[in-house]
C-alpha cells in the first residue's frame, strides 16, 4: 500500500469577493522532485536498457510530440494518456470578423489514461501536522498549488513542450 499524500490547509478568498472571509481548501504537499535521469536510472534498475537510452528515447519523444502539437495532431503516448492543443481567443459577433489576431494564446492539455486517473480514486489523504507548508499561489479552488495543474485534463502536462 502506498503512503497517504499530505496535505495543507490553506484559506484561499474569492477574488471577486474579496471583502468576504476566505474559505479552507486542501492543498497537496509534495514530498520531493525527481529529474528524468533519476527516473531513469530506477527505470534502468527493472529493465535490460541502460538509462542513458532512456533519457535519449524520452528526448527524442519530447521533440516528436512537439512536432505532433504543431501539425494539430493529438499525441496518444500509450497507457500514460495523451496531448493536444487548446487555443484561447477573443470572441466576435459575427464569424467573418474573427481573424487570427483574434488568437490570445495557446495551451498544450494533458488528459490521463484510465489506469492514472483511476489511481487518484485510490489515494489516501493525511493532514500535514509538520512545519512543512507550500505557499497559497492560486485562488482557484480546482488547482493544485504545488503544481500549476489541476490534474484532469489541463495543465501543461508535465512540463515545458514549447522549447524544442
Given amino acids: 500500500m502506498s503512503k497517504a499524500v499530505l496535505i495543507n490547509v490553506v484559506e484561499k478568498k474569492n477574488p471577486s469577493k474579496r471583502s468576504e472571509p476566505g474559505k479552507f481548501y486542501a492543498s497537496a504537499l509534495t514530498s520531493g522532485e525527481k529529474n528524468i535521469e533519476e527516473i531513469a536510472e530506477e527505470i534502468e534498475g527493472s529493465c535490460t536498457v ?9 528526448e527524442a519523444l519530447r521533440k516528436r ?3 505532433g502539437l504543431q501539425n494539430g ?6 497507457n500514460i494518456g495523451y ?11 459575427k464569424k467573418e470578423d474573427f481573424n487570427v489576431n483574434c488568437i490570445k494564446r495557446a495551451k ?13 480514486k485510490t489515494l489516501n489523504y493525511e493532514l500535514n501536522k509538520g512545519t512543512a507548508t507550500v505557499p497559497d499561489t ?5 488547482t493544485d498549488n504545488t503544481s500549476g495543474n ?9 512540463g515545458d513542450m514549447a522549447g524544442a
Fill in 83 to 93: 496531448f493536444r492543443l487548446s487555443i484561447c481567443s477573443q470572441g466576435t459577433v
Fill in 73 to 78: 495532431e493529438i499525441m496518444r503516448i500509450g
Fill in 108 to 120: 498544450i492539455l494533458f488528459t490521463p489514461c484510465t489506469t492514472l486517473r483511476d489511481m487518484l
Fill in 65 to 67: 510530440i512537439i512536432r
Fill in 138 to 142: 492560486t485562488t482557484d479552488t480546482g
Fill in 50 to 58: 541502460t538509462s542513458q537510452d532512456i533519457v535519449a528515447v524520452i
Fill in 150 to 158: 489541476t490534474g484532469g485534463t489541463g495543465g501543461t502536462g508535465g
